[in-house]
C-alpha cells in the first residue's frame, strides 16, 4: 500500500467516532417564526473565541453569532460550516510535502456575508491565523503554530500549509475572525468585539450588560433562509444552578443549560419541562497543583509528593457520590478520555481504600499530629480546593471530601470563586492560569467542538502548555504537571496518521497521568440541558454546545 494510501485512510479513521448518538430533535407542530428565547447562564468572562479558557461557558453564548470552517456533529465527526466540505486526501484537498509537512485546501461557501453585510473571504482565514499567533491574549496557540502560511488564490480557497503533519487539522479554524473589523484594531476595539463578536452565525449579539445578559438577535444577513426561526436570544446571567432552575420552574426562563444527573433527575418531574441529553466527552475531575502556587519551577509542598495524591485518591468515595449525589445516572471516571475511538480499554483508577490511604501517608512519612492533621518537615498536610461558586452539587462534593480526606489527616478548606475568577485569562488573573489553587475541581475531558484528542492533550500536558509570564499565559496545563516522555508521545502521535499507533501512544498518555496521578477523575459528565415545553427544535449534542443547532430553535 502507498504511503498516500496509508494516510487516505488514517484520515477517514480520524473523521469517524464511537462516541453515541445524541438526544434527537424536540417533535412539534410544524415550526413559526418570531419571539425570544431566554437561557440561564453563568456570565462569561469574554467572548472571543480565542481568548477564551472557560470554553463551555463562553462558546454557549458566542456560537450563536460566531463560526468556523468546521464544527462538530452529534456523532462526534467533524462537519463542515463555513467550509464546503471536510478536507482529507482522498477528496484531493489534503496533500504530502516530501518534506514532512502537508497543505489542506478549505473551500468556502459562495456568497456568505458577515452579520454586517461584509463578505467572507479566504482572506479572514488568513487573517484568523496570523492574529492568533500574534495576539498575546490568545489562551492557546497549538496546532496554529505548525503552520508556515495561508495562501489565498482567490477569494474562496485557502491553502494551509503546514510545516508538519497536523493530524487534528480538520478541528482547525472551528471560529473565524473578520479581517475588515479586526485587521490593524486598537485595544479599545479587542476589547469592544470580545463584548459582541462579529460572526456569520444565525444571530449578531447585540448586547452584552456586565452582572445580567447578553442579548443576541436574528442575523439578517444569515446564508440559511428563513432561519433562524425567533427574533432574539437572551442569556439571563444567574449566580447558580439552583436560581437557573427556580427561574425555570416559574417560566422566567425557558431554558436551564449544563445541569448535572441530579439536578435532571428533579427537573424532569416537571410537567412543563422537558429534558435533552446525550454522553459527553468530558469528565468531572479533581485536578492537583503539583507546582507551588505562583512558582511552576518549585513543587507544591504537600501535592508535589505522589504519595499524598495516591492517598488521596483511595480517600476519594467516588462510586458513593455517584450513587448518592448523581443517583447512580452515570459511573465513576477511569480517564480523561471516556468514550471516543481513542478512549483506552481497561484503563481505571484505584478504588475507595481509606485504610490503604492512611498507611501510604505513614509510609510516605506523614506522621499525624494532636489534631488528627499529618505534617512532614513541618509542613501540615492542609491545601485548599476551588470551583465555581453557586453550583451545590460541587459544594455537597467538596464537603465529603472535606470529611473523607480529615479522616485520613489531610486537612482540606473550600474557597469557592465566581465562574469568571476561575476561567479567567492570564492577564486577568485566572485561578486556573495562575495557578492559584491546590485542588480544582472542574470538567475535563475534550471540550465543545472538538473531535480530535491530540489538540487537547497537547494543550493539557505538554510541559510549554504550561502558562507562564513567558508566554502570556498560553496553554491549559493547569497541574503543571511536566513529563518529557509525556511529550515525546505527543509528538509523536501527532506526527503519525496511522489511527491504532496513535490510540496505542494516547493510552500510554492517559495511563501515565493516572500513575502518577495527576487528577482523580470522579465521573464521566453526560449532558443535561433542561427546556420549557414551549420552546423546540433543539437537539442535544455532547460533543458540542447547547446552542450549536440554535437557528432550528423555536416557539410552539
Request: net charge neutral; with cysteine; aromatic share 8%.
Amino acid at each position: 500500500m502507498t504511503r498516500t494510501c496509508l494516510i487516505s485512510l488514517a484520515i477517514g479513521a480520524l473523521l469517524a467516532s464511537c462516541a453515541p448518538v445524541a438526544t434527537p430533535p424536540a417533535t412539534s407542530d410544524a415550526p413559526r417564526p418570531g419571539g425570544t428565547i431566554t437561557l440561564a447562564w453563568q456570565q462569561p468572562e469574554t467572548l472571543h473565541p480565542f481568548y477564551s479558557t472557560g470554553t463551555q461557558t463562553n462558546a454557549v453564548v458566542y456560537r450563536v453569532a460566531v463560526e468556523g470552517l468546521v464544527g462538530v456533529a452529534p456523532d462526534g465527526t467533524p462537519r463542515a460550516a463555513l467550509a464546503t466540505q471536510i478536507p482529507t486526501t482522498a477528496n484531493g484537498a489534503v496533500n504530502l510535502d516530501p518534506a514532512g509537512g502537508m497543505s489542506v485546501r478549505w473551500t468556502l461557501r459562495p456568497g456568505i456575508r458577515w452579520s454586517d453585510g461584509m463578505p467572507l473571504t479566504s482572506a479572514d482565514v488568513r487573517f484568523t491565523w496570523r492574529a492568533v499567533m500574534t495576539d498575546p491574549r490568545v489562551a492557546s496557540r497549538e496546532g496554529y503554530d505548525r503552520i508556515a502560511d495561508v495562501d489565498t488564490p482567490d477569494d474562496l480557497t485557502a491553502i494551509v500549509r503546514y510545516r508538519t503533519i497536523d493530524v487534528a487539522f480538520a478541528t482547525r479554524f472551528d471560529a473565524l475572525l473578520p479581517r475588515h473589523l479586526l485587521d490593524g484594531a486598537d485595544a479599545a476595539a479587542l476589547t469592544a468585539y470580545s463584548r459582541a463578536p462579529l460572526g456569520t452565525g444565525p444571530f449578531r449579539i447585540t448586547e452584552f450588560v456586565s452582572a445580567d445578559h447578553v442579548t443576541a438577535e436574528r442575523n439578517p444577513n444569515y446564508r440559511v433562509a428563513g432561519r433562524p426561526y425567533v427574533d432574539r436570544i437572551f442569556f439571563r446571567f444567574v449566580s447558580s444552578v439552583d436560581v437557573a432552575k427556580v427561574q425555570l420552574r416559574a417560566g422566567e426562563v425557558d431554558a436551564a443549560l449544563s445541569l448535572s444527573e441530579a439536578d435532571a433527575a428533579e427537573l424532569e418531574r416537571e410537567p412543563e419541562v422537558r429534558i435533552a441529553s446525550a454522553t459527553s466527552p468530558s469528565v468531572e475531575t479533581l485536578a492537583f497543583e503539583l507546582a507551588r502556587p505562583g512558582d511552576p519551577g518549585t513543587p507544591h509542598p504537600v501535592l508535589g509528593d505522589v504519595a499524598v495524591r495516591r492517598a488521596l485518591l483511595f480517600a476519594t468515595p467516588k462510586a458513593r457520590i455517584v450513587e448518592r449525589l448523581l443517583l447512580g445516572r452515570t459511573r465513576p471516571g477511569t480517564s480523561e478520555l471516556p468514550i471516543g475511538w481513542a478512549a483506552p480499554a481497561g484503563l481505571a483508577q484505584e478504588a475507595y481504600d481509606p485504610d490503604r490511604s492512611k498507611r501510604l501517608l505513614e509510609g510516605a512519612g506523614w506522621v499525624a499530629g494532636a489534631d488528627g492533621i499529618r505534617t512532614k518537615d513541618g509542613v501540615r498536610a492542609a491545601i485548599r480546593v476551588v470551583s465555581t461558586t453557586g453550583n451545590r452539587l460541587r459544594e455537597q462534593v467538596e464537603q465529603v471530601l472535606v470529611d473523607e480526606w480529615r479522616a485520613v489527616g489531610v486537612d482540606l478548606s473550600i474557597r469557592n470563586v465566581p465562574n469568571t475568577t476561575l476561567t479567567g485569562s492570564w492577564q486577568s488573573g485566572g485561578v486556573r492560569k495562575k495557578g492559584d489553587f491546590d485542588v480544582l475541581l472542574a470538567q475535563a475531558g475534550l471540550g465543545p467542538g472538538s473531535t480530535d484528542p491530540q489538540s487537547y492533550l497537547a494543550q493539557r500536558h505538554r510541559c510549554d502548555a504550561i502558562p507562564r509570564a513567558e508566554n502570556d499565559g498560553a496553554g491549559a496545563n493547569y497541574e503543571r504537571f511536566c513529563e518529557p516522555r509525556v511529550d515525546t508521545l505527543l509528538d509523536e502521535a501527532g506526527r503519525t496518521l496511522d489511527t491504532e499507533r496513535r490510540r496505542a501512544l494516547y493510552a500510554e498518555v492517559l495511563g501515565t497521568l493516572n500513575d502518577r496521578v495527576v487528577a482523580i477523575w470522579l465521573y464521566d459528565r453526560g449532558r443535561y440541558d433542561a427546556f420549557r415545553a414551549r420552546v423546540a427544535g433543539y437537539a442535544s449534542n455532547g460533543w458540542d454546545v447547547t446552542t450549536w443547532n440554535a437557528e432550528d430553535w423555536y416557539l410552539r
